[in-house]
Every structure is written in C-alpha cells, then in structure tokens.
C-alpha cells in the first residue's frame, strides 16, 4: 500500500496561509503572506529537496496545482520529481489539468485517495494544499506528518487542524533544526487517542479512546 505523507510549514499557533509570499492566499483579508521567506536556509533547501525525490506521486489541491503548475515547469532540472512524477488533483472547479503527468481526480476525493492509497507503490506527498489537508484529517487519510514550525505567531489565518479533524495520535519519528530557529518535527500515524487520569498519591491510569470511561463521557 502507498502511504499518504503531508509537508507542511506552520506557525507557533499553527497557521500555514500563504507561507511563501503576500499574493500567495488572500483569502479572509490575510496580510502576513510571506511570513517563512525569512527563516529560510541551506538546510531547508536540501531537506525539502530529499522530499520531493522520495514521492511515488502527488496529490495537490488546485491552488497549490495552479501555483506549481506556474513555476516548476521552468525548473532546468530534467529530473525534477514534480515535473516528472504523477500529480493528482483535487478540485470541483477544473474541468482539465495540463501540467506533465497531471490527473485530475473525479468524484468523492477522499473514496479516490483511499483507492489511490491501497494501490502499490511509495509516497503519495501532499504539499500546500490546506483545505484538501483538511479533507485528508477528516477521513483518517494521514500517515505521515511532517511539520516545519517558524518562530513566528501571526494570531490569524487558516490552520493546520481545523475543526473538522478527528482525533488522532501520532508517533514522534524525527526532529532536526536549521539554522535560523525552525524545528522540523515527522510524525507517523498511531492510532486513537489515549486517556488517563492522575491524581496525587495514586498510580496514574491510562485507558484507550475505546473505554467507556474517559473525561466527558456521559456528562
């Protein structure tokens, strides 16, 4: 089975509109575009790099596509992996996709990833893309997370997790710091949440999302 990975940049309060420039997503007013340029370094370049050569595949939403679509085909390198690789997208509003290699998905998106997922191969990465990241979060689509943190907090803006996404645990695999104060944080996939409880000079007790006795339940 292929596995769904997601590459993201966020903020300290978890935001990722419109990280690398002000036109990029305007969308609710947002005035802070561009806010990752600064923190930028070799380390950054090299890592985001080493993705893209990993993926099997990609699966954009039609922002993040048109954008991609716009630039990376200047690219002068002939093996560069988003203009050689398989790119789905997801959108209700094109009609056709023109970029190299580009499919565009029809019907449920999330029925066409799962389809997607269970066939054999390597990563399926999802890059930008925030309202199909959120679709992804809402079906249990998500395998992998990996999350670039910026020491910046803008107090505004679209988020990561958003009100839809289900609760979930993941499993810290890797952590590594570039030079200007970003952590880049990767994440697997492990399963439901876990409960406990704590109280002083007792044992602590954890239960799983499954136990009909956690916090709230039945209140």
């Known amino acids: 089975m292929r596995k769904l990975v997601v ?3 966020v903020t300290l309060d978890g935001v990722m509109q419109a ?3 002000p036109n ?11 806010w990752l340029v600064p923190y930028l370094d070799e380390k950054f370049g090299d890592i985001m790099t080493d993705w893209t050569k990993r993926a099997d595949a990609f699966l954009l939403g039609r922002k993040t596509y048109e954008m991609f679509a716009d630039s990376w085909p200047k690219s002068t390198d002939p093996e560069e992996a988003l203009n050689i690789r398989p790119k789905f997208v997801a959108s209700r509003m094109l009609d056709k996709v023109n970029w190299n290699n580009s499919i565009l998905l029809k019907g449920d998106v999330a029925q066409e990833v799962a389809k997607l997922k269970a066939q054999e ?3 399926i990465q999802v890059h930008g ?5 959120q679709t992804l979060l809402q079906h249990d689509l998500v395998d ?5 943190q910026f020491p910046v ?3 505004t803006g679209k988020r990561l997790f958003g009100g839809g996404t289900i609760p979930r645990s993941f499993r810290l695999v890797d952590t590594q710091l570039n030079t200007t104060g970003a952590i880049l944080h990767v994440y697997e996939r492990a399963g439901g949440l ?9 044992e602590t007790v954890i239960f799983d999302s499954e136990s009909s006795h956690h916090a709230g339940e039945g209140d």
Do not use: A, M
């Open 24 to 34: 990029e997503d305007c969308d609710g007013g947002f005035q802070h575009g561009g």
């Open 144 to 148: 992998t997370l990996r999350i670039w």
């Open 7 to 9: 590459g993201t940049f």
């Open 194 to 202: 876990k409960y406990g409880e704590v109280e002083v000079g007792q």
């Open 121 to 123: 191969g390597g990563e």
């Open 129 to 133: 893309s925030g309202n199909l990241i």
């Open 19 to 21: 990280p690398g420039g």
């Open 153 to 155: 907090v803008l107090g």
